[in-house]
């Protein structure tokens, strides 16, 4: 009561005092968040603000000292041959693994869909090479694209001079001659190394990639199409729509709209992390046609103790990394929230 | 504008029947209401009409044309959704303009970017755009034509699927539900504004609802359906004062009718607990049946007057009327409605008496179906 009676009196005390509390709420708030906020820096930040730093200079592990570098670094991730192989590795992974894995994911999700009966037996099917381990996994593609006995020439090869070879050197075609084939010089001559020869290296792996990669989009994409109100397809057969493609123009695209930019974002984001298929099937090679980044900074970080290098390449790949997350974001927001 | 037959449709979910050989004639630009409980086969049959399910047996036809082969998209007609089923990544603007850009763009002047160039496109798109205007203004939401569904009230957003309907002027609408996410004004104001667009359009309206309310209030004719069955077709006053199963009795009216268990003797009088009700005879005679007293027929009197004793539980004062909730002596439980001068003489925890009306008694038989009466006014 007293005190209601001198904050009538004299308002800017009580201003002043109402002030202080809530700078004490606020100090408070803040020391409850204090645990989060330390931990979030301590094990996400610090790590990658010191990457940073080693990023600047010729530092490795077990050396008391460095030289600051300045760029150095990073002029030779852009300016030396190698390295640019190495952001081409990494970009062709990228372009080819994203689109082709998201195509045939959402492909195979909607065939699914449709399905009556055996749609669970099909995702099973296709989400094996989820679950399996890649590194597992490359051991069995190591075998099955092995040169000579492995069974995807072997196969090939058994096709050599029947029909198969036939159909597929497409000599059957009006102007095409059958003999300067791909298929067909290959049956003369021999069937490729598949991981050993710079033409084919990098689009084996991709391959590879985009094996592994379908099953988890698919499975993505069939959460998405859960969520498309039944409704909407009523509509759209009300409203006029009449074939399979009108109704994913009009409905299933636009719905999947926020599931596919997640799908975009974490396939590039694991593509870009490629590193499993690199180490076990062609180690970087031939001639730095697999080069990928994650390859390349186990190989200057780990294996030749040049952290300092190692951290610039880390950097840069974050910064792609950051660059697909960040237009994820705007994309979210701008577009694909209803 | 179009008639539309309904004749025997049957429809089963695996092993559920959910409809039983349902037909009704919906004439020409007839505002017919299909009501009754939830789960009844309302929204089926509709979807049935629509096209967006096939029946089991039985046919359907638009203006004497069978339809059952018939896509959805070929049927012409027009559907709201409960939900409103917008799309909702298209502007209203755009949402509206879906089934005219559906109908009148050829595919190839659908393509996203080159469906421009081709000719003819803006002609058609002109044309679009001024049935659309025309649409927008009718239902005045011309000021939303730019903003997504997500960004409308729920009125607002059913005055969109009413428009996106109505563009394409179908021979006939089918709503499900269209009022049930509104709130109890605004779905009283729409009420009358759809009654008021069914009047000008002159199309034919097949509406589902489960609030009887709403179907007396709009229809021309109600449709009440039960369990997979249509036991009554007719006119909303009809359908109250003449329902020809104690179901739809039920079913119709708020508060809901009272049922009496009462016995005819062998001259067809009847007596309901030991009264007898003067003046009303029964065609059948000799067995148990069922009166049905709509709340308004019943009246309290005196304790000492001629009628059933009864104990008043509750009254309800709703302003221009009262509710009174009385528990019978001879058990049971009936509900009056008087008017509310009537507060002055009976208030909750009273004795009382109830008095029936026998001109507004409705007998039903053990089963429910309804029975004959014969009045003679006592001279
Ligand atoms: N696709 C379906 N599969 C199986 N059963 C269904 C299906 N659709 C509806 N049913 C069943 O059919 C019955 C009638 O459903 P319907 O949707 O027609 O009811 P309704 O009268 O519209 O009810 P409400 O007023 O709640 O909308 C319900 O018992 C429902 O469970
Ligand atoms: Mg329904």
């Known amino acids: ?338 | 504008m179009a008639s539309v037959t309904i004749r025997d449709i049957e429809k089963s979910f695996g092993s559920v029947n959910v409809l039983n050989g349902v037909s009704v004639d919906i004439e020409d630009g007839e505002f017919i209401v299909l009501v009754g409980p939830s789960g009844c086969g309302k929204s089926t049959l509709l979807r049935i009409i629509a096209g967006l399910e096939q029946q089991n047996a039985g046919n359907i036809s638009i203006a004497d044309e069978l339809v059952d082969n018939l896509h959805a998209s070929h049927r012409d007609i027009a559907m709201v959704f409960q939900s409103y089923a917008l799309y909702p990544h298209l502007t209203v603007a755009n949402n509206i303009s879906v089934p005219l850009h559906m109908r009148r763009l050829s595919f190839l002047q659908r393509l996203p970017l080159l469906g421009r160039f081709m000719p003819g496109h803006k002609e058609i798109m002109d044309g679009i755009k001024r049935d659309v205007d025309e649409v927008t203004e009718t239902l005045g939401i011309g000021a939303l034509m730019d903003r997504k569904p997500g960004q409308l009230s729920g009125g607002q957003r059913q005055r969109v699927a009413v428009g996106r309907a109505m563009v394409r002027h179908p021979r006939a609408f089918l709503m499900d539900e269209p009022l049930s996410n509104l709130d109890a004004e605004l779905r009283v104001h729409m009420r009358a504004e759809i009654a008021e667009l069914h009047r000008r359009l002159a199309t034919t309206f097949i509406y589902v609802t489960h609030d009887q309310a709403e179907a007396m209030t709009m229809a021309d004719r109600v449709a009440v359906m039960m369990d997979g069955d249509l036991l009554q077709v007719d006119t909303p006053s009809n359908v109250y004062k003449n329902p020809t199963d104690i179901r739809v009795a039920e079913f119709i009216g708020s508060p809901k009718i009272n049922i009496l268990a009462a016995q005819v003797d062998g001259a067809g009088k009847i007596t309901v607990g030991d009264r007898m009700l003067s003046g009303l005879y029964s065609s059948v005679k000799g067995e148990d049946i069922q009166v049905g007293v709509r709340p308004e027929a019943l009246t309290l009197a005196d304790i000492k007057a001629e009628g059933l004793p009864c104990r008043i539980v509750h009254h309800e004062n709703m302003g221009s009327e009262a509710y009174f909730h009385a528990e019978l002596n001879i058990g049971g439980r009936v509900i009056s409605r008087m008017d509310a001068s009537a507060l002055d003489t009976f208030a909750t925890g009273q004795e009382a008496s109830i008095v029936i009306d026998p001109q507004n008694a409705l007998l039903f038989g053990k089963e429910g179906q309804r029975l004959a009466s014969k009045i003679e006014v006592a001279a």
């Open chain 1, 1 to 338: 009561m007293s005190e209601q009676t001198t904050s009538v009196e004299n308002p800017p005390k009580r201003g002043a005092s109402l002030k202080a509390a809530e700078a004490r709420t606020r100090l408070i708030s803040y020391l409850f968040c204090l645990p989060a906020i330390s931990l979030m820096i301590i094990i996400l930040l610090v790590p990658i603000f010191i990457a940073g730093v080693l990023s600047f200079t010729d530092y490795s592990l077990g050396n008391t000292d460095f030289n600051w570098q300045g760029t150095k670094n990073y002029e030779r991730i852009f300016g030396r041959s190698s390295y640019q192989k190495m952001l081409w590795a990494s970009a062709t992974y990228v372009l080819v693994v994203v689109p082709a894995s998201i195509g045939l994911g959402l492909g195979a999700a909607l065939l699914i869909n449709s399905l009556r009966r055996f749609g669970d037996f099909y995702k099973a099917i296709y989400f094996l090479p989820v679950m399996a381990a890649l590194l597992a996994m490359a051991i069995v593609w190591d075998f099955a694209l092995h040169p000579t006995i492995g069974i995807v020439n072997k196969t090939l090869a058994s096709g050599c001079g029947t029909l198969v070879e036939g159909f597929f050197s497409w000599g059957w075609i009006p102007g095409v001659n059958g003999a300067e084939s791909w298929y067909s010089t290959s049956c003369a001559d021999e069937f490729p190394h598949w991981l050993g020869e710079k033409k084919y290296a990098i689009w084996t792996i991709c391959f590879i990639g985009i094996w592994q990669a379908v099953g988890f989009n698919m499975v993505l994409y069939l959460a998405g199409l859960t969520g498309v109100p039944r409704e909407l397809y009523h509509a759209a057969a009300i409203d006029g729509v009449r074939s399979g493609w009108e109704r994913f123009r009009l409905v299933t695209w636009p719905m999947l709209g926020p599931t596919t930019v997640f799908v975009v974002t974490i396939t590039a984001i694991r593509s870009f992390q490629v590193f499993d298929t690199v180490e076990a099937l062609t180690e970087g090679g031939p001639a730095k046609s697999t080069y990928v980044m994650m390859y390349a900074i186990f190989e200057k970080a780990i294996r030749e103790n040049l952290v300092g290098f190692g951290s610039a390449i880390t950097i840069v790949f974050l910064g792609f990394v950051l660059i697909i997350t960040l237009s994820q974001r705007y994309l979210v927001e701008r577009r694909v929230h209803y």
